[in-house]
Structures are given as structure tokens and as C-alpha cells.
């Protein structure tokens, strides 16, 4: 870079072997891989229930099958994440204590001073870019940012996951917190992914070392120039000699099974421990029960005075059993019959072909045998024709 | 002279005798005419072919009170029409014959139903004829289904509208008259008292029945009017928050009593609401055991928040319903729901803040990233103008 512009682009500047540097073990790259598919995952259904209320997150939830089928895919991924953070914990413990490997991620005041010299170098401040090892500042911050991330995520997945838990412990409060606090810190996670992360090795330069593992020396020498120059000096790696490698793995692999068995127990409770919601009875939809007439069926028109009680006179009672039954038809304008009830001395009078009550005798009133052979238009009920009966056989009186 | 002046009288005599004889036979013939229904006033009642008796010529008879027709059942059909109630119905200027269609003479025809019921079932199609929107309406009913299925109880037009007293409710537009609607919780009580008497004591039932006020629903606003939908269903379940929603965020109605619009958005924002509402848009009829509103404030028994009994501000009242759910939770769980209200200091105090440090940590840190990125990008530009081969 500092060469001047006489140098013209050319192809390959020589033909020996490229020599190509080990970044990343083949288990790095499938517990990336991992972690790129659950944490893609994730986001595309995670982000969608955080806007649940717009038309697109709506769109890709029926596409996944409902609310419930990309909930359970958004916990799936997130039992797949914390596979990976107990793998990357112990994987990482055993290269501390055991290969007691140089711990290149930790930051440092270096990585401060790197950002900010690349900052004003890309302002034109300097001309020199900053000089890093094995992990760039970018790196750096792109690493800790996803511990801190896979953190807040799980604490606050734990309590959304288990509420009545956490409820147990902590004041109610923190559950929509934990809500509110999971949904920022995603769309943080996911916005820094798509500004960081895909600028820093796709789009600036595609950098495949996380596929095939490897760096050339060109690329080795303008990422990683200190790591470069360590290796060369055979400062980047001390193994240890084989029997020291022997006792500290005997004393890391018993431990490091515990913490294991420890973590996945953990995992175990993060995901069975709550069932009370799901597993309750549906509500019932009405408290009271829903028919309850208030009248044993109900009628749409008034319901007809009854026979009133009282002596058995035609003004007391009998009257009116007449007028409710017999005066539709028999009454002075229609006199079906030449028969009219309309009134007492009408009723005594009887129809065109003679009286119908025979005061003192109801079986011989005409009245009475009609009523009693039944299937007239007027028909009395039982109780009416038994009481006509009584009044007739009583006289047949009017007051 | 003499025989001819006898036989003149003698023709007199025949003549009178015959005459006499004529008017005796024909009088004979009349007086049992003039007592049948064919006599003279009931031949100004019954109309010309084609045409519908006159109202009035019903009532004649139909006024009377107590006129009643006893049917098989022993049950009492009565057959008197107030005029009065009837003059001021909706209906006082349809003829009778409109709806009765088989009866316009005189003899009317038997009827031929064994319950009173039937008499209603037989009569209430004749409503389509006038009020076909209604009447299709109420045949995706739950009450028409219930018919169709047997149940002879279910309520049909006429339970609801008796034909001859029901006034006008609606205005010119249509729209449910205001004191229409103080009467409508009674008229839906006929079938379901218990409901109602539960309704009563609620703070909407409360306020119609003992304060008049019409802003409350009534049992339409909720279930519909004609084609009331079985209230049992997923589907209502699912559907239910915006009912409640309908009156619930609107602040023409709301301010009055000082209660917050943001019930719907802060039930939507939760837990329960998001899944209620995806359910409801994606898969309508989907079984959910996920609260709705009337799962915490009540069905037809909703109560004040601050009711001193039952009301849900009480943290032990809205225990047990996070209980009837969760049965193990404990009192500090009922935290876990914002009661409707919008995070704020003082309200929800640490989702607030938390919400309000990602406000500006997320464009902190996002933007220190894209300023940094935008540099880079400028500065690689730059460098590969100039020629650089590695940039």
C-alpha cells in the first residue's frame, strides 16, 4: 500500500507455492456454521413476533405455520445456541488451560488505540494503517458484542420462557422488561450483523477463512501482520511437551464433565421447567348457564285472562269464560248460529233452533253436549266446562 | 154480475192469500239468513275477490278483550289485538291479511297447530316478505340453527318483535333510536334471565338499567342483532378484543368516564394479545386457552377495575385470575402484566428504562458502526483510484 502508483495492478506476482496459514479448526467452522444457521434463525423469527402488529412480520408468521410453529422454531434455534455456548466454553477452557494458548480475543488498550488509528486513517488523518495480530479490533468488538448478546439473550429467554420462575425470585416487572429488553438487544444484534459483520468480511473483501480455514500469506500479512511475524518467529505457538499436555488433561476433563453435565441440566430447566399455561383447561366461555326463560315458552302475543274465581254467577265469573271463548263466533253482531253469548239474557235465549242451557240440568243443555262431545272451534278447557257445568246445574244464575 | 163480481173477489182474495203466502214463505227463507254470517254487516266486512279485509273489520271482532282460542295442547292462544298498543306499532298500517294471509273470510280457517309454539313457527317466516335483509340475516344465526336443529325453543322474529306492539327503533337512517336500546337487555332476558340478572350487576348492565345511559352496550353491541353468532366458537373467542375494542378505543366515549384508549394496544403489545391477535388473522378457528378480555374482566359479569370487591386494581383479584391459567403463580407474578398501561416512570418504571436505554444505545452503536463503515468505504475507494492493488 505504500508502494506508489507505478505498480500496476498485475495478476499473480510470482509463480511459487502460495503458502496458506491455519485460522480456523474444522470444529470452529462447523460450530459457526451452527451458529450463522440458529442465529439467522433466530433473528427471521424472532424479529417478526417483535413487530407482530405490522403487515410483513403477519406475512412471515403464516409462513413459517403460525404463531405457535415459529415460536417453537425461535426455540429450537436458541436450544441449538446454548449447545454452542457450553461447546465454545469448554472448547475454550481447554485452550486455557490445558494448551495454554495466547488468549488473542481478549481486549485490550492495543485494540482501543487500533480503532482509532484506522478511524483517522480512513479520514486521511495518517498514513498508516494500524498494525494487528491474530485478532483485529474488529474482530474483537464482533466477538464480544455476540457473548454480550448470547448473555442478555438467554437471561432474558430464561424469563420470558419460565415467568412463574422468575417470578419466584424477582419482582414480576422483570418479565416485560426481559421482553423489552430481548427485543433491543436482537435488533442490535441483528442490525450490527448486517452493518459489521457482512461489510467487515463480505463485502470489504470476502474473507473465507471461516470456510476454508485457511489464509494466504498476502491476506495474512494485511490482516494479521503481527500474527504473521509471530508465527515466522515461532513466537505464536508453545506446545507443551506431551506428558505436561497428559496431566493437564487429567485434571481439565473430569472438571470440564461436570460443568457439562452442570450446563445441561441448566438447559434442561430452561426448557421443562414451566408447563402450567399450557397445560391448563380451556375457560369456559358464560358463568351462568345460557337458557332461562323467564316464561316457560315464550309467546309473542298477550296472554288471555283467566277464569277470574269467585261465585258461580254469570257477572262473578262465568261471564267471562264465555266472552274469552264463545263471543269471537257467537256474539249479537255474528250470532253464528243465531246463538250469542254477548250477554246473559242472550245466552239464556239460546240459537235459532232453541235454547242451549237448560238452567238446574247441564246434561241436557245443548251447550254441554257440544262442549263435551269436543273438537268445537271454541272449545272450553276440562276445568272451564266443569265449572259451566256446576253454574248451569246451579240455575244458571246471572248475579 | 154477481159470480162475476165473487170472482173478482175471489181473485182478490187468491191474490192476497198468495201475496201473503209469497212474503210469509219468502220471510221464512230470510229470517234464518239474516242470523247466518252472510247477513248484512258482515257483508260490508268481507272484501271483493283479491282484495284484503279492511283492518277495521278485524278489530271489530279482535278488540274484544280476552277472545281466546283453547288449542289441543290445553295451552291459551289469545286472540285479542290492542288497538292502541297496535295503532302505535310499526305495523299500524299493514292490514292484517298481510301476514294472517289465510284468513279473509269469515268463517276463518281452523287452525291447525297443537301448540302454541308452533302457531309462532308457523307464523314468523311471513316476516321475510317485508324484512328480507333481517330475516336472512338471522338464518346464519345461532338461534336459526338451533331451530333448524330441532330446538323448537329458539328464539324467531316474532319473540323479539311481537308484530303487533313493536314500535319504530330505528331513525330515517336506519340507526338504533337511543331509548330503543334501554329495552333491549329485557327483551333478550325473556330467554335468558340468568345472563341478564349476571348483566344487571355489571358496570354496563349497571349503568343501562339504573342510570338510563344508552354509551354502554347493550347485548347487540357485543353479539350482533340479527345474525348473532354462537358465542361459544373459537372463532368469537379469537375475535372478541375488538369487540370490546369497538367502544374501548374510542375517545368520544372513553373520556367521559376517564379510561384509558390504550387498553387494545397494551393487550395487543403482551404476550396473550400478540398470540391472540396472530391467531385470529392466520388461523381464525384455532383452539387457544390464551386470555381474552373477558377471561379477566368477565363474561356478561364485568366489573369495575376498581370495584372494592371484585375489581382487578386489587393485586389479590388479579392473582386469582392469573391463577385460573397458572396456578402456581405467586404474588409478585401479576407484575409480569402492565395492567394496561403504557411503560413510564412510574408505570413499569424498569421497562421503561429499558426500553429507553436501547433508544439510544441501538442508534449509538449502530450509528458509530455505519460511520465507521462509511469511512472505510470512502477511504478503500480512494485507494483503489490510486491505483493500490490490495485494498
Not at chain 1, 467452522?29 to 405490522?54: D, E, M, N, V, W
Not at chain 1, 430464561?158 to 424477582?170: E, G, H, K, S, V
Not at chain 1, 345460557?290 to 265469573?317: E, F, H, M, N, R
Not at chain 2, 340478572?197 to 352496550?217: I, R
Request: charged share 15%; glycine share 6%; aromatic share 8%.
Amino acid at each position: 500500500m505504500s508502494e506508489k502508483k507505478t505498480v500496476k495492478k498485475q495478476t499473480e506476482p510470482t509463480r511459487q507455492p502460495v503458502r496458506r496459514f491455519e485460522r480456523f479448526h474444522w470444529t470452529l467452522r462447523l460450530a459457526h456454521a451452527l451458529l450463522l444457521t440458529s442465529f439467522s434463525l433466530l433473528g427471521i423469527t424472532g424479529l417478526p413476533q417483535k413487530f407482530a402488529s405490522t403487515g410483513w412480520a403477519q406475512a412471515m408468521i403464516q409462513f413459517f405455520g403460525g404463531i405457535e410453529t415459529t415460536r417453537l422454531i425461535h426455540h429450537i434455534c436458541a436450544i441449538v445456541l446454548m449447545f454452542l455456548a457450553i461447546y465454545h466454553i469448554l472448547d475454550t477452557g481447554y485452550k486455557i488451560f490445558v494448551r495454554r494458548t495466547r488468549m488473542s480475543m481478549l481486549p485490550g488498550i492495543k485494540d482501543v488505540k487500533d480503532a482509532f488509528q484506522a478511524f483517522i486513517y480512513n479520514l486521511g488523518f495518517t498514513k498508516k494503517r494500524p498494525q494487528m495480530g491474530r485478532y483485529t479490533f474488529e474482530e474483537k468488538a464482533e466477538y464480544w458484542a455476540l457473548i454480550w448478546g448470547t448473555v442478555i439473550m438467554g437471561i432474558t429467554g430464561f424469563m420470558m420462557w419460565n415467568p412463574i420462575t422468575t417470578a419466584r425470585f424477582l419482582p414480576g416487572e422483570i418479565i416485560p422488561a426481559s421482553k423489552a429488553a430481548h427485543g433491543g438487544e436482537a435488533l442490535l444484534a441483528v442490525m450490527a450483523i448486517v452493518v459489521w459483520h457482512m461489510y467487515g468480511v463480505h463485502l470489504k473483501r470476502f474473507n473465507k477463512a471461516m470456510f476454508t480455514g485457511k489464509q494466504t500469506e498476502e491476506e495474512m500479512l494485511h490482516e494479521h501482520p503481527l500474527e504473521l511475524a509471530d508465527i515466522k518467529a515461532g513466537l505464536a505457538e508453545r506446545p507443551a511437551d506431551p506428558k505436561t499436555l497428559r496431566r493437564r488433561q487429567i485434571i481439565y476433563y473430569p472438571v470440564a464433565g461436570v460443568l457439562a453435565i452442570a450446563m445441561l441440566f441448566g438447559v434442561y430447566g430452561f426448557i421443562g421447567s414451566e408447563k402450567t399455561a399450557i397445560t391448563t383447561v380451556l375457560p369456559i366461555s358464560s358463568p351462568v348457564p345460557i337458557y332461562v326463560p323467564q316464561t316457560p315458552t315464550p309467546i309473542p302475543t298477550i296472554i288471555a285472562a283467566a277464569v277470574p274465581p269467585g261465585s258461580l254467577t254469570w257477572d262473578a265469573s262465568i261471564g267471562a269464560v264465555f266472552q274469552s271463548k264463545c263471543v269471537m263466533c257467537h256474539n249479537a253482531t255474528l250470532a253464528t248460529n243465531g246463538l250469542s253469548f254477548a250477554s246473559y239474557a242472550d245466552a239464556l235465549r239460546g240459537a235459532s233452533d232453541g235454547p242451549v242451557i237448560v238452567p238446574g240440568d247441564a246434561n241436557s243443555s245443548k251447550l254441554v253436549q257440544v262442549q263435551s262431545a269436543g273438537g268445537h272451534s271454541g272449545q272450553l278447557s276440562p276445568e272451564e266446562l266443569a265449572v259451566v257445568k256446576n253454574w248451569i246445574n246451579a240455575g244458571a244464575l246471572e248475579k | 154480475m154477481l159470480k162475476l163480481i165473487s170472482s173478482h173477489r175471489l181473485t182478490f182474495v187468491i191474490l192476497v192469500l198468495g201475496f201473503g203466502l209469497v212474503v210469509f214463505a219468502l220471510g221464512g227463507l230470510v229470517r234464518p239468513v239474516a242470523a247466518s254470517p252472510a247477513s248484512a254487516p258482515i257483508q260490508n266486512i268481507v272484501p271483493a275477490q283479491g282484495e284484503l279485509p279492511d283492518n277495521a273489520a278485524c278489530l271489530f271482532c279482535h278488540e274484544k278483550p280476552g277472545m281466546s282460542r283453547t288449542l289441543p295442547s290445553g295451552e291459551t292462544l289469545s286472540l285479542t289485538i290492542d288497538s292502541s298498543h297496535f295503532a302505535d306499532s310499526a305495523h299500524k298500517d299493514i292490514a292484517c291479511s298481510e301476514c294472517h294471509t289465510n284468513i279473509v273470510t269469515f268463517p276463518h280457517p281452523d287452525l291447525q297447530v297443537q301448540t302454541l309454539r308452533e302457531f309462532s313457527l308457523q307464523m314468523y317466516t311471513v316476516c321475510q316478505k317485508c324484512h328480507e335483509e333481517q330475516y336472512n340475516k338471522t338464518l346464519d344465526s345461532v338461534h336459526m340453527r338451533a331451530v333448524a336443529a330441532g330446538d323448537t325453543n329458539a328464539a324467531v322474529c316474532t319473540d323479539c318483535h311481537n308484530p303487533h306492539t313493536q314500535p319504530v327503533i330505528t331513525d330515517q337512517n336506519g340507526a338504533l333510536l337511543p331509548e330503543a336500546r334501554l329495552s333491549i337487555p329485557e327483551i333478550c332476558a325473556r330467554c335468558h334471565s340468568a345472563i341478564y340478572d349476571a348483566y344487571k350487576q355489571s358496570v354496563h348492565g349497571a349503568a343501562l338499567t339504573q342510570e338510563g345511559n344508552t354509551d354502554v352496550p347493550t347485548c347487540i353491541d357485543c353479539h350482533g342483532v340479527h345474525n348473532i353468532v354462537d358465542p361459544t366458537t373459537n372463532a368469537f373467542r379469537l375475535q372478541s378484543p375488538q369487540i370490546c375494542a369497538k367502544c374501548h378505543t374510542n375517545p368520544a366515549i372513553m373520556d367521559k368516564y376517564g379510561i384509558s384508549t390504550q387498553v387494545l394496544n397494551s393487550y395487543v403489545a403482551d404476550f396473550h394479545g400478540t398470540t391472540v391477535t396472530l391467531f385470529e388473522k392466520i388461523t381464525p378457528d384455532q383452539v387457544t386457552n390464551k386470555p381474552v378480555c373477558f377471561d379477566c374482566h368477565g363474561v356478561h359479569d364485568i366489573k369495575r377495575v376498581d370495584d372494592p370487591v371484585y375489581g382487578l386494581q386489587m393485586k389479590q383479584n388479579l392473582l386469582k385470575a392469573c391463577q385460573r391459567c397458572h396456578p402456581d403463580a405467586n404474588t409478585s407474578f401479576p407484575d409480569a402484566w402492565m395492567s394496561h398501561y403504557i411503560p413510564s416512570p412510574t408505570h413499569s418504571a424498569i421497562v421503561y428504562y429499558v426500553n429507553l436505554f436501547y433508544k439510544f444505545f441501538i442508534p449509538a452503536v449502530i450509528g458509530s458502526m455505519v460511520i465507521f463503515v462509511l469511512s472505510d468505504i470512502v477511504r478503500r475507494l480512494i485507494e483503489r483510484l490510486k491505483g493500490a492493488k490490495h485494498v
